[in-house]
């Protein structure tokens, strides 16, 4: 069925990196974008960016430019979304959607814990 | 961009009909037909039930329609059911090449 599967949770500490996967099964991946969206504890849905990856162009949220990176591989149907200079307030579940004019498929969610 | 306006939380008894606003800007809703709406129930990923503005996905209930004025789109659900009662997020595409999402209605069923 049509699905993505996103890797499992991170602890981090402040001023470390993050790199989430999503693996796509069940669609044509190069047909569609994957998005980005994350909530922070008891907060709500935040757009984080978009990669096609049909020919990998992006766009970030403004707030997000310069640290966070978005990267697709065709031959394995995964699309990956790096966070650099974690922060506490990065703390939050982050969700891979399938992007087209809406975000009709969702991974499960992959949380990241940032905290000495 | 700041987000799109949503109110905090709106209740309604079951077969009762209730409407949730999201108010945005002409450089969103007010000129892209690229409106979605999410429901997300507690500690799941959110769910598409409707997408530009008014369409919906052949699984979801057809309880659920939506519509834009200007620069607002609303979502309504009718036959309230307590199943319904969730959290519910409007998006919308803007001119910056970039989706927003409104910061959320929670939706209780008396």
């Known amino acids: 069925q049509v699905q993505l599967v996103q890797s499992g949770p991170e602890l981090k500490k402040p001023g470390a990196s993050v790199k989430v996967s999503c693996k796509a099964s069940g669609f044509s991946f190069s047909s569609y974008g994957i998005a980005w969206v994350r909530q922070a504890p008891g907060q709500g849905l935040e757009w984080m960016g978009w990669i096609s990856a049909h020919n990998g162009d992006t766009d970030y949220a403004q707030k997000f430019q310069g640290r966070v990176t978005m990267t697709t591989d065709t031959t394995t149907s995964a699309a990956y979304m790096e966070v650099t200079s974690l922060r506490p307030d990065d703390t939050a579940v982050y969700y891979c959607?399938?992007?087209?004019?809406?975000?009709?498929?969702w991974g499960q969610g992959t949380t990241v814990i940032v905290s000495s | 961009q700041s987000a799109l306006t949503q109110p905090a939380s709106v209740s309604g008894s079951p077969g009762q009909s209730i409407t949730i606003s999201c108010t945005g800007t002409?450089?969103?809703?007010?000129?892209?037909?690229?409106v979605s709406w999410y429901q997300q129930v507690s500690g799941k990923a959110p769910k598409l039930i409707i997408y530009?503005?008014?369409s919906r996905p052949s699984e979801v209930s057809n309880r659920f329609s939506g519509s834009k004025s200007g620069n607002t789109a609303s979502l309504t659900i009718s036959g309230l059911q307590a199943e319904d009662e969730a959290d519910y997020y409007c998006?919308?595409?803007?001119?910056?090449?970039?989706?927003?999402f409104g910061g959320g209605t929670r939706l209780t069923v008396l």
């Open positions: 998006s919308s595409y803007t001119s910056s090449s970039t989706l927003i």
């Open positions: 959607a399938r992007q087209w004019s809406a975000m009709d498929v």
């Open positions: 002409s450089s969103d809703i007010g000129v892209y037909g690229y």
């Open positions: 530009e503005v008014s």
